[in-house]
Each structure stands twice: as structure tokens, then as C-alpha cells.
């Protein structure tokens, strides 16, 4: 089975910290997708990565980056951490989008910023 | 704009009772929905693609189809195990992204 391993469970930082969540998949997968999930607002794209090295904005990019260095690591940087980041961080993988297989999810991380 | 809406946004069923819920979307080019399993404080699980209307899929005690604007996830005979958050998402031509809906939320009591 694919696993998509996300580095922490929980965290909680400071206003202004910088973060990293870390997410690595075992199967070779090219796309890689990171989604924070609010209640009631559902999952919400931050960033994808189509291949290494390769990004593009999702639909909430704002107050984030990413870093996709090996096929198999895909890192979300909060640039400087604010109240409203707090949300459970859900990283993803896929075979190319030309086969319709479903996302493998890791199991999130619960993030809190103080 | 492409949407997907799940409802009911929670469902209590007793042990047994079966029902189903409902993935309305609206999407130009579907290429894929799919229904996932999500237990609370961890990721969702993959439980189905459907690809065109007509289509059904079965594991267990779930089983969904597809028509053109809605997918349907019947669960027959639920148990307390079955309760989850239970999403659905589409893909559509041109992007790599999925829409999801927000879910829905069911327990089942014994």
C-alpha cells in the first residue's frame, strides 16, 4: 500500500514562527498536494506540486510556500505563523492525472498557532 | 463555476437502518468522483471512483452510483464502526486539483 507519512501529529507554535510541515510518500508518486481543512469550509487547496521542483498555487496560497527538492518530499512553510493558520493540514499523493486513481492522504497535522 | 454539495451534513441512523447520501455537483467535464472515508483527527481513506453515469461500485456494506448531476453513497445494514465523515470529490478536465464537499457526518448507534 502507498503510505503518505506527515512528520508531526500535532504542533503548536508562536505568532511569527516560521513552520514546516513535513510530508513524504513511498511510491513513486509524481503529484503531491497539500490541503488545510476547516469545519464547514471543507478541504482547501494550498499548493500542489505536479513534479520535483515544479509548484502551483491552489486556492489559498497566501501566507505559504513550498519546497519540492525529491520526488518524494513535499514540504508547506508558513512563512511567518498567524492565529488564522490554525487548522488540520492534510498532505496528498497521486499517479499522474492521466489515471484517474483517488488522492492517498497522510494523516494530518493538527496545527496551532498561540 | 464547478461545486459539489454534500447533504444531509450529518445523519444518525440506529444499528441496521439503512440510508444513503447525497453528492450533488455541477461541473463541466467530469472525469472522475470519488467518495472517501474520513475518521475524526486523521486523513481521509479512498473508498470508490465512478467514472461515467451508470456506474456502481460495492465494498462491504457501501455501495455508490453516479448519475449525471449526483452520486448517492447507500450504506445497507450500518454498524456503530461505519460512523465517519464521508466526502466526496470530483476531478474535472484541465487541472490537477479535486473539488470536495464538506461531508457528511454520520453516526451510527447501536
Known amino acids: 500500500d502507498v503510505k503518505v507519512t506527515q512528520s508531526s501529529r500535532y504542533l503548536v507554535k508562536r505568532t511569527g514562527e516560521k513552520v514546516f510541515l513535513e510530508c513524504v510518500q513511498d511510491?513513486?508518486?509524481?503529484?503531491m498536494f497539500w490541503y488545510r481543512q476547516d469545519p464547514g469550509l471543507g478541504l482547501r487547496l494550498i499548493y500542489f506540486?505536479?513534479?520535483?521542483?515544479?509548484?502551483e498555487k491552489g486556492d489559498i496560497p497566501e501566507g505559504y510556500s513550498v519546497s519540492r527538492e525529491k520526488k518524494e518530499r513535499f514540504s508547506l512553510i508558513l512563512e511567518s505563523a498567524s492565529t488564522n493558520q490554525t487548522s488540520m493540514y492534510l498532505c496528498a499523493s497521486r499517479l499522474p492525472q492521466g489515471a484517474e486513481y483517488g488522492y492517498t492522504f497522510g494523516s494530518g497535522t493538527r496545527l496551532t498557532v498561540v | 463555476e464547478d461545486q459539489v454539495t454534500q447533504s444531509p451534513e450529518a445523519l444518525r441512523l440506529q444499528e441496521g437502518e439503512s440510508s444513503s447520501l447525497n453528492c450533488s455537483y455541477t461541473?463541466?467535464?467530469?472525469?472522475?468522483l470519488f467518495w472517501y472515508r474520513q475518521d475524526p483527527g486523521k486523513g481521509p481513506e479512498f473508498l470508490f471512483t465512478?467514472?461515467?453515469a451508470g456506474e456502481e461500485k460495492e465494498k462491504e456494506r457501501l455501495k455508490a452510483t453516479l448519475t449525471k448531476k449526483e452520486s448517492f453513497l447507500h450504506i445497507t445494514a450500518p454498524k456503530p464502526e461505519d460512523s465517519a465523515t464521508y466526502l466526496c470529490?470530483?476531478?474535472?478536465?484541465?487541472?490537477?486539483?479535486?473539488?470536495f464537499g464538506t461531508g457528511t457526518r454520520l453516526k451510527v448507534l447501536a
Open positions: 506540486s505536479y513534479d520535483v521542483k515544479m509548484k
Open positions: 465512478l467514472y461515467s
Open positions: 461541473v463541466s467535464g467530469l472525469r472522475g
Open positions: 470529490a470530483m476531478s474535472t478536465s484541465g487541472t490537477y486539483k479535486y473539488i
Open positions: 511510491m513513486d508518486h509524481e503529484n
